[in-house]
């Protein structure tokens, strides 16, 4: 059974920055594409970055030259660095993959809490 483990989320002011990580089990990680989402109360959960098995990423217009998205292979772990943070990225922030989100079950997610 694959678990998704978040951590590294915090309270912050405005312009400062954060660095998620996401440990994986379960699964051959080095395979699987991977993202990060966010959700928001009465929001819909989103993908703000993905990162592909070989390393190709993107990345949703409102964070795109913010933040970075990576991967360990060696460590099965998954990694959001966030700089420049605004109020908006305000959320929870989950670690899933694309292609196998609804089969996967999601984690407890970590807050993230931008002050302004």
């Known amino acids: 059974q694959v678990q998704l483990v978040e951590s590294g989320g915090g309270l912050v002011q405005a312009g400062g920055s954060l660095r998620l990580s996401c440990t994986v089990s379960g699964t051959i990680f080095s395979s699987v594409a991977m993202g990060w989402y966010r959700q928001t109360p009465g929001k819909q959960r989103e993908l703000v970055a993905s990162?592909?098995?070989?390393?190709?990423?993107t990345y949703a217009d409102s964070v795109k030259g913010r933040f970075t998205i990576s991967r360990d292979n060696a460590k099965e772990t998954l990694t959001l660095q966030m700089n420049n943070l605004k109020p908006e990225d305000t959320a929870v922030y989950y670690c899933n993959s694309p292609l196998r989100r609804y089969l996967w079950a999601w984690g407890q997610g970590t807050q993230v809490t931008v002050s302004s």
């Open positions: 990162i592909t098995s070989v390393g190709t990423t």
